[in-house]
């Protein structure tokens, strides 16, 4: 992952991840031609630095992110016909992916409007993203990554400190934005990137460290990472979206407290001295999640009332993909509420169980399960094979997806795109860093 020999060189068999080798994919059409005489530009970089480039461009528009995906796509249509070879490698999770794109497509089926929801369909690219990231990434590609997405936060919480402090008016109405069109979008980016960042900081080892202490490394003394990851938490701390300060504190606190206990207890200190010094806007913000008489917090049971009518008329398959938004006023409790509230669920659960039923939710848990239960394996062979590269991605994994998980119960942050992007980034990476390092022909 990093550019030190400990991270670069290449791994035995038996220190990569259990059943990859079993899942990988290599799917060859023919070859008459040597694949070796012909240019090794567009496999080794052009579709990485496509790749990447789209991961850091989701935080600045997903319409670029869009498009450099598609290059990337066209990029590895021109390689196979070149080398009249189609190369592919499936992730250790695929299967699970493909229990899950199955679901869907059942749900589709099923639909109450089945042309509406086949639309949905178009969201489940993300499926060959990630084999493409798997495929053509390598361990060295990750740290520059990392970098250039970190680099990128810190540009949109620039703009968010901008907008707080002199281009908006702000309100509950009118939050700061980052360089996203809603806030939501743009916090939960920063909740990831600042997860990242915090066990970028504290375990991955410097670039010019061959050897010398390990980690935990003091982040006092990386004090650029350190200025990063706290202008991306102040940037968050002004979006005041609560979903995703949960999220956050509960990913950061894992990490710290996998690299020294006492560090999240200071942590947890500094958040309550931070608390008790915000003004009282921040403050009431926090309280109003507690009391029910909150509009906000009505809205949310109202949404989740809704659903529960959803799923217990149409258990197995739902309403189907893009379906709630249209069908709502049949299962809705009350008319207390304007009909663009009930665009979604406000919780991943609800809203996949109510658009595509049980069968499909128990398929997108399972996947997370795999993931995690991947991950934590990971996490312990770095950890016995002192590979701290390994061990941050596994860590941020793990972490990332807590808090994706710990915000989606109070936000549909599932169906964000920008954050997807991110989260699926910081899941693929650990398994291209664990993975055989020899490069696709």
Known sequence: MSTSSRSSGDESSSDRMPGSDRIDANLTISSSADPASRSDTLPDVWLPGLLVCSVVASVF?????????????VAWARHAIETRRVQLRLPPFFGYLAVFLGAVVLSIIFSENIWESAIYLKKQVWIFWIILLFTYLRPRHLRPAFRLLFGALVVSSLYGFAQYFWLKDIDLLHRITGLMSHWMTFSGQLMLGSIALAAYLVFDPPSHLTGGPRPPYNPIRRPVELGAL????????LSMTRSSWVGCLLGVFLVLALARPRWAVACAGAVLLVFLMLPSAFQARVYSSFNPLDTTNRVRVELLRTGKNIIAENPLTGLGPRMVRKSYGRYRTTDEFPGWAYQHLHNNAVQIASEMGLITLAGWLLLWIKIVWDLVSLKKRALLAADYSRYWLALNGIA??????????????????????????MLTAPYVRDHKQEKPA
Do not use: K, M, P
């Open 61 to 73: 528009s997903i319409f670029a992110a869009d498009l450099l995906f598609g290059l990337a796509c």
């Open 230 to 237: 706290l202008l991306i938490l102040g940037a968050l701390l």
């Open 400 to 425: 990332c997806l807590v808090a994706f998980l710990s915000a989606g119960l109070f936000e549909y942050n599932y169906g964000d795109s920008e954050v997807l992007i991110l989260l699926l980034f």
